[in-house]
Nanobody, 118 residues
Framework: QVQLVESGGGLVQAGGSLRLSCAASGRTFSMYSFGWFRQAPGKEREFVASIRWNDGSTSYIDSVKGRFTISRDSKNTVYLQMNNLKPEDTGVYYC????????????WGQGTQVTVSS
């Protein structure tokens, strides 16, 4: 069982930065991947970035490459560093977790709001 709690969202101007945190609780995460997703008003939830816990391998959607960085530390926390934010980055950001052998994310946090003003 994995429980996830996001934090770090807020209101920033275009070009600014935020760092989101996802605090994870569970026995071990060696066989899990963690991902960040976002949902803008009136749109479906979309994948943003992911990281494999065991080796730190990462993946990003094209629109955030070079601006966002996903990472994890030794204290069971996954981060999303967001730089050069754009208004189109606005949305509720969710942290998810899945077993690396599965395609679907099975654990989700409550979400944290990110608003980027123009």
């Amino acid at each position: 069982q994995v429980q996830l709690v996001e934090s770090g969202g807020g209101l920033v101007q275009a070009g600014g930065s935020l760092r989101l945190s996802c605090a994870a609780s569970g026995r071990t995460f060696s066989m899990y991947s963690f991902g960040w997703f976002r949902q803008a008003p009136g749109k479906e939830r979309e994948f943003v970035a992911s990281i494999r816990w065991n080796d730190g391998s990462t993946s990003y959607i094209d629109s955030v490459k070079g601006r966002f960085t996903i990472s994890r530390d030794s204290k069971n926390t996954v981060y999303l560093q967001m730089n050069n934010l754009k208004p189109e980055d606005t949305g509720v950001y969710y942290c998810g977790a899945r077993l690396v052998v599965r395609n679907e994310y099975t654990y989700w946090g409550q979400g944290t709001q990110v608003t980027v003003s123009s």
